[in-house]
């Protein structure tokens, strides 16, 4: 199946969804509910967490702790919860994304966990596991992130919401501008375009990191159709659980 045509079903999901809105209220609760766990759930553990998702259940909704597991992982799950709170206020303002934006989710990503990197660009060199890529100097990322802010407001409109989430995504965790929490910051990021635009959140599962992770090298080696390709079949599951509610 080409990408065109994976594109093409996302776009005729999107369409059908939006002939049934509004969504009832006690669907819209529902679906929150449901999304809150999966996002967290998959982008947490993509990034190493051992919690399961009925565990990732159990700390978002009932507020108690998982017995033998990490109080980070704990925290992990409660900043991404509050980071989905905060995102998804920032899909419903009409001001243009900012780079205070970005590190005001990062904050939230690593509040409690790492309070003087959170919210602060790195200012040391860092190497990616597993990968060859080595990130810029760490004095060229406030400069890079503000044509990146730039970029997204201008040029990146042009773009399909997709392409424009798959991309976005890419250069974010391409320029690593943080320490810790960069994938989960770019993912954030990739579901508040999502939003702005009117589509559910799409998740990257745990199951697909290998896939993802190679996505990402062959984007930068100048192939982004795969990671496009894996974030517009994200964004059609996701699309599935909404116009079956």
Excluded at 21 to 39: G, I, M, N, Q, T
Excluded at 66 to 73: A, N
Excluded at 207 to 218: C, I, K, V, W
Aim: hydrophobic fraction near 45%.
């Amino acid at each position: 199946m080409s990408l065109s045509e994976v594109l093409e079903r996302v776009v005729a999901k999107k369409a059908a969804l939006d002939a049934r809105r509004p969504l009832s209220v006690s669907a819209a609760v529902r679906l929150k509910e449901y999304f809150d766990v999966e996002w967290t759930y998959h982008s947490n553990a993509i990034e190493g967490s051992s919690l399961t998702l009925r565990e990732t259940h159990i700390v978002l909704h009932d507020g108690l702790t998982i017995g033998g597991k990490p109080l980070r992982e704990h925290l992990e799950a409660i900043n991404h919860k509050h980071a989905i709170d905060f995102v998804e206020s920032l899909a419903h303002a009409a001001e243009p994304l900012t780079e205070h934006n970005l590190r005001q989710i990062h904050a939230l990503v690593l509040k409690s966990i790492d309070d003087e990197e959170a919210g602060r660009y790195r200012r040391g060199q860092v190497r990616l596991s597993g990968s060859e890529h080595a990130p810029p100097d760490p004095a060229a990322v406030p400069g890079l992130m503000h044509d990146f802010a730039a970029w997204l407001n201008g040029p990146a409109q042009s773009l399909s919401p997709v392409e424009r989430t798959a991309l976005a995504h890419f250069r974010l965790v391409d320029l690593h501008p943080f320490a810790d929490g960069n994938g989960r910051t770019a993912r954030l990021l990739m579901n508040l375009l999502l939003l702005r635009e009117g589509y559910p959140p799409a998740v990257v599962r745990q199951d697909e990191r290998p896939a993802y992770y190679t996505a990402l090298d062959q984007a930068r080696a100048g192939t982004l159709e795969p990671l496009v390709a894996l974030i517009a079949l994200a964004a059609e599951r996701s699309l599935d659980v909404f116009l079956a509610a």
